[in-house]
């Protein structure tokens, strides 16, 4: 059998890993806070035929080797976080990070995730959630009587109430960062968890040790870029295209093979 069948293989299977991962950034193009993700191949082993250096007389070494390789796979996926466009909301529970940093978030099983979806609500209780109803950390409870809210760029919550003139401060959200934000876990519904490859989580106030600051009445949309998503399309769809004809062709040399009568 022709190695190449499986080589090529291995290279449409890939380029379909690749097309995946293109739809969910295209589907994710109004996502809020959603970071695009780049799919990183690897070339696989390699049968020498013939080691580079190998004597051929006295004194002369073959300058080149023989070698061949047996295809590609995909090795990992990578999120790209650079900071996605900016959309003017006037939703004072809207909040946007300018700069590094997540929000925290308290999920049902008391573990942490982290977010760059800012479009806040509040719950039942008064208090800060997410889409999901999950309560952003730290708890930041809303009175009821509460007129206007009032959120600086260093996370200070404060509220107007009614009947009062003086801002009641309610608290401040602290943020996290990582060493390495392209490890983190992607959970789904907007949310990211820590992993060994990510670090621990450095948390502290908005604008201090490199966290970024925080701006009320704005949402961080997707970063992805549309023409730069359909560019790599085409180009998965060629590379796609290219493999089966080399199947084809590896196929029609196997019958010209199998054809030969003596």
């Known amino acids: 059998m022709m190695r190449s069948l499986w080589t090529a293989g291995s290279g449409m299977i890939a380029q379909q890993f690749n097309i995946d991962t293109i739809a969910n950034n295209l589907a994710n193009v109004n996502t809020v806070g959603f970071k695009r993700s780049r799919v990183d191949f690897q070339d696989l082993l390699y049968q020498t035929v013939r080691f580079a250096g190998s004597p051929v007389t006295a004194g002369t070494q073959i300058p080149t080797g023989l070698q061949v390789g047996h295809g590609v796979r995909p090795v990992s996926t990578q999120k790209i976080f650079t900071t996605g466009t900016f959309k003017q909301t ?8 300018e700069g590094d940093g997540f929000f ?3 999920m049902p099983d008391g573990q942490l995730a982290y977010t760059r979806d800012g479009a806040f609500k509040i719950d039942g209780q008064g208090r800060l959630v997410t889409s999901d109803g999950f309560v952003v950390q730290p708890e930041i409870t809303i009175p009821p009587d509460a007129v206007s809210v009032n959120v600086g760029t260093d996370g200070t919550v404060s509220v107007l109430t009614s009947g009062n003139n003086q801002p009641q401060n309610l608290g401040q959200l602290q943020l996290a960062r990582f060493i390495n934000p392209a490890g983190l876990r992607s959970m789904g519904r907007n949310l990211f968890a820590a992993t060994a490859a990510s670090g621990a989580p450095m948390t502290g106030a908005a604008g201090l040790d490199g966290l970024g600051s925080i701006a009320q009445g704005y949402l961080e949309m997707s970063n992805v870029q549309v023409v730069e998503e359909m560019v790599n399309m085409i180009l ?5 295209e290219v493999n089966s004809k080399a199947i084809q062709a590896s196929d029609e040399m196997l019958q010209t093979a199998n054809n030969l009568r003596r």
């Open 90 to 97: 006037d939703n004072p529970l809207d909040l946007m990070i």
């Open 104 to 106: 925290q978030v308290l």
């Open 236 to 240: 998965a769809q060629r590379a796609y």
